[in-house]
């Protein structure tokens, strides 16, 4: 069970939207550039003033924001007829160096481990990169928790929402990131797993 199963819901509330887009002439590869671009901005800006209140509570609104981003693409895609290996290629990239920008300067962060942040991306590419080997492999695409990518954007806009209002998080903003760390690593496992599961049940399907 993770985040990302509430994503039919907030889809619905969005579909309003998605629909004024597609009217407009709104491509979904677009909305994935500009997401990625503003990712890109909001990640820099927080770089240079990881010390500043405005500059923390910036990320769980932009995280927010480009969760929506990031649904309407996908429906533009699918439901508007504007699906292509392009966008396939830019939707999966563009999520794994937007998460990347908008992480890493929380190693800047007083208080917060640099070693935990960096671990916590890379496992997070890693988790990503479970879930497209799946469908190399000749398995669905997977999205198994318990971290995946709404969890974790949950978690660190959650962060920077107290570190932003000025709690002093002490060593509980490390202890987070362990959990992090660990969750993402079981993600990485069950991603596999439940793949290799899959492609067995096919076989044994198809033998019969």
């Not at 209002?165 to 760390?181: K, Q, S």
Request: net charge neutral.
């Amino acid at each position: 069970m993770t985040i990302y199963d509430l994503k039919p819901a907030f889809q619905n509330l969005l579909r309003p939207v998605c629909k004024a887009l597609a009217a407009a002439g709104v491509s979904a590869n677009q909305v994935t550039v500009l997401a990625l671009v503003l990712s890109l901005v909001v990640g820099a800006t927080f770089a240079f003033n990881t010390d500043a209140k405005w500059a923390l509570l910036l990320i769980p609104v932009w995280l927010f924001l480009r969760m929506a981003l990031n649904a309407i693409d996908g429906m533009l895609a699918r439901e508007h007829d504007m699906q292509s290996a392009l966008g396939g290629i830019l939707n999966e990239m563009s999520d794994v160096v937007a998460d990347a920008a908008l992480y890493l300067p929380f190693a800047l962060v007083s208080g917060i481990s640099p070693a935990l942040v960096v671990c916590v991306v890379i496992l997070s590419i890693l988790t990503e990169m479970a879930g497209v080997v799946a469908v190399q492999v000749g398995a669905s695409r997977r999205y198994d928790g318990p971290m995946g990518k709404s969890d974790r954007a949950f978690v660190f806009g959650l962060l920077a929402l107290l570190l932003g209002f000025g709690l002093d998080l002490h060593w509980w903003a490390n202890a987070a990131l362990v959990v992090v760390a660990v969750l993402s690593a079981l993600t990485v496992f069950n991603r596999s797993s439940k793949a290799l599961k899959e492609l067995s049940a096919s076989d044994e399907n198809q033998s019969q």
